[in-house]
Each structure stands twice: as C-alpha cells, then as structure tokens.
C-alpha cells in the first residue's frame, strides 16, 4: 500500500484541477512538448501584398521596464536576486554574486535530485537519520515509506530527516547523493554554488549565492510536479503500512497571505541568518526572488514584491522585419 497523500492548495484566487491530482512526474522520462511561435506564410506573386509581408511587426513577450514608483524598502539580507521569469530581465540585485550560506533552499536541489532518481511509488527504508537536527517530520529508522511523501516532506515541511532518508538510499549512499547534488548545479551553469550535505547545514563548502538560488528555482518551477509540491500549505502522508501519520505545514508563511505566491523554499540556521526563494505570478507575470541572510526574510520579501509590481510596468517590444 502506497504512502496516503492529502493536500491543501497554497494559491489564494482559485484551485487548479491539477493541484488535486497525485500524478507524480518524475524528472526524466517526461515528454517535453514545445510549442514554438508559427508563422503562417501565403504564397502571393503580387509585389504589394509581399511589401505588406516584409513590414510585419513581431511582438515579443512583454518586458519589465522601471517607472521609479515608490520608494526602495530597506532589506538587511545579505544577498538578493529579483528577476522577471519570462524575460529574464533583472528586477532588483544586492551582492547577488556573493557566495553565502543557503541553509534548507539547499533542498530545492536536493529533492531535484531525488526525483530524477525515484519513482514517486519506490518504497525506501528510512536509514541514516540518528544524528540529525533541527526541522523533522517524525520518521523513524526503519520505517518504509514512499519517496513521494520524502520529497513532500523535504520541501513542504522543510524536514532534515526527509532530505537525509532520499540521499542515504541513493545508489552509492549519501556521498554520491551530493556528488548528483553538485553535479545538477555545474549542469545548469550554477558557477558559485557547492554543496556538501542534502539539508543546508552550515558547512566550509557549502554555499550558493542569490542569484544561483533565483536561477535554480527557475529551472526546479518548470517542473509541473515540483511546482504543485511547493505550492500546498499542507499535506499528510503516512507509511506504507499507515501506521504512522505525518503531518507536514509549509514553512513558507507567504502562501495564502500575499496574493500571486505559487512557492518555493524556505532556509535559516542561527549562522545563515533566514532565507527565502519566491516566486510571485500577478497579472500573467512571474518575478522570482531569492533573499539569503535576512532578519525578517517573509517581511522584507513581501516588501520586494509589492515594489516590483508597483514601479515596474511590462511592456511589449515591436519589431518591424524589413
């Protein structure tokens, strides 16, 4: 018998029906289909009608640009990284290229990895988690469970024992977990990221910047079963045998109170300071912002967010093809 799975959508204006379904698409082995912009081309020997075709405008997806409305909030996070998902344009940066220390944002990696690995209905044996610390779902050694509900519980409850559990069964063990971990960040160009453990402990070499954070989310969003995970309040799952109930809360106290929040990932430890990586979709816009080091990491990105969408209006760009 599979882990149980009930959920609790975090988006405030409607469910989408795919939130309520418990289809589980692994990394690979998904059909990607890309529907590409098409031109529709008519055959014409009149020169008029080919001067019509040579004077097309082409209107590109719309791009943010600053109106200076309002004034800067002041963030005490060490490093921050906003940027318009479509466009790419950068929205608001301060020592974006830093290195710091990303605390559990780490586990956006970690459960990329994870569910490139597992299938969502693999059933593991939870091992390795003696020693951890800090945020836990409540597994115990020896408990079988699904590696859907440890990916839940990674980013929904931020649970260490839950990141722990899918790197220890991994083939090779832990080591060749993080060495997956690391190398998923030198294949997305992530330049100024290293990690050392599947949690975000605190560690000499393990350290990513704002900016890296902003690009992993981006390409962690495009995957549909990851981006329904983060965007629950909540969920329940059980072990194999439902014997054993864990109860997983989002860490993320943004979702259901700022309209447009879709997730992703909390971080602190006393060291890192607090860290937030959010992506806010308003009026068919998604700005991404990664906050690493703050004092008040949902204030000061609630802060962010109600600035950029203020002072920045997206405007399409035309084109005229000669």
């Excluded at 055959?43 to 019509?52: C, G, L, N, T």
């Excluded at 439902?242 to 990932?265: A, D, M």
């Excluded at 430890?269 to 992506?279: A, D, H, K």
């Excluded at 308003?282 to 990491?297: E, F, P």
């Amino acid at each position: 018998m599979l882990s149980s799975i009930k959920k609790k959508t975090g988006q405030t204006k409607k469910k989408q029906s795919s939130r309520r379904r418990d289809i589980f698409l692994p990394l690979v082995g998904i059909a990607l289909i890309s529907f590409v912009g098409m031109g529709y081309f008519y055959y014409s020997p009149q020169p008029e009608r080919q001067a019509v075709l040579a004077q097309a405008v082409v209107e590109e997806n719309p791009k943010p640009v600053f109106r200076g409305i309002g004034e800067i909030p002041v963030l005490t996070a060490r490093g921050v990284y906003a940027f318009d998902v479509d466009s790419g344009v950068e929205l608001f940066s301060k020592n974006a290229e830093d290195p710091l220390l990303p605390a559990s944002t780490t586990k956006i990696a970690t459960a990329l990895v994870a569910m490139k690995t597992y299938k969502p209905d693999d059933i593991l044996t939870v091992t390795g988690i003696n020693n951890v610390s800090g945020q836990k779902m409540g597994l115990y050694t020896g408990e079988r469970i699904s590696a859907e509900a440890l990916i839940y519980g990674t980013l929904i409850h931020s649970a260490n024992d839950a990141a722990t559990a899918l790197a220890a069964n991994y083939p090779g063990g832990r080591g060749e977990f993080i060495n997956a971990m690391n190398q998923l960040a030198s294949d997305w160009g992530l330049s100024k990221t290293h990690f050392t453990n599947p949690v975000g402990y605190d560690e000499y070499l393990h350290f990513s910047t704002a900016r890296d954070l902003a690009m992993l989310a981006r390409l962690a969003m495009e995957e549909p079963k990851f981006a329904q995970i983060v965007g629950l309040q909540s969920a329940v799952v059980t072990s194999v045998d439902g014997r054993t109930v864990h109860r997983l809360t989002n860490t993320n106290q943004l979702l259901g109170n700022v309209p447009g929040v879709v997730g992703i990932k909390t971080g602190h430890t006393i060291t890192s300071g607090e860290s937030l990586v959010t992506r806010t979709d308003r009026d068919d816009h998604k700005v991404l912002i990664a906050l690493v080091g703050s004092t008040n990491r949902f204030g000061e990105t609630r802060a962010l967010i109600d600035w950029i969408f203020a002072s920045y209006v997206w405007e399409k760009e035309e084109i005229s093809q000669k």
